[in-house]
């Protein structure tokens, strides 16, 4: 199945602090009061997340993008390839889009590193939101913690994996075959496979062949950060209300993430849900389930489309 993304409605190209430019895509409904910001996990893209976010459209002003080096964005600097920037990068992107496009309520929707990147902003540079809806951010508990060797290890495991990936294909077709072969994305919704292998691709016009937009280096290095964030905030540690949505730590051979979503969330204080039967993209494995829950957290907050 070939799944086509819709024409944004409006797009925007901002400057980083280091002049890095991130692509804005404006999607959905310019009449709501409620503007959702959507971004990805590591080495994926927002465009390969249709599935989820698609329908969201219909009730809300959407504002997509990548996060740096991944997806639609160009190229920048490797050596700002880190949380840090990522950071800095979204309060540049939240001031941007409000003065291109005027101030509205804010909602991040975010998943795994993007996730990650919205916690660290919300507590070290500040509350700027209405609400934080945080899909399986994979924090590591700290070390000590009875999940931390599981975590680590897994973080490890990641960043191997990472460094030796294949980054060259003559066609999206061949990275679509790859993920409908692995049993991490098994899963996926019917078409999601070729859409997020077109979203994480960029072509090599000189070279004649489709390179990763995040090349496996940096992707190494996002995974190995992990370790190092110290994040395992409780919820009093953001201003506002924040929900973890995880994937299922019932499922065989559960990933990390989704035990330790499950105790942050059950033990800190945080809104907490988990989706049936999903793994770590679970917003492309049950993107109905995962909308029906964004939407009850956001009605519970006034915060309907």
Known sequence: MVVQIPAAGRSLTLAMDDDAPILIR????????VRLYVSHGNGFATDGYLPFWGPLGDGFELALFDMRNHGRNPPSDPARHSYPQMVRDLDRILDGVERAL????RVGVFHSMSARAAMKHAIEVGWRWDALALFDPPNVPPPGHPL???AEAFELRLTEWAKARR???????????EYAASRAHR???AGAHG??????LRRDQAAGDWVLACPPALEAAIYKAALT????????????????IGCDPAVERAPPPAHANRILGTEHGYDYATVPGTGHLLQIEEPAACRDILAAFLARHRLAG
């Open 26 to 33: 404006c999607h959905g409904n310019p009449a709501s009061e």
């Open 102 to 105: 005027g101030p509205k309520r």
């Open 148 to 150: 931390y060797p599981a």
């Open 167 to 177: 980054a060259r294909f003559e066609d999206p077709a061949e990275l679509e075959a």
């Open 187 to 189: 899963k996926w919704v």
């Open 195 to 200: 859409l997020m292998a077109r979203a994480v």
């Open 229 to 244: 964030l110290n994040l395992w905030p409780p919820a009093s540690a953001f201003a506002g209300p924040v929900m973890l």
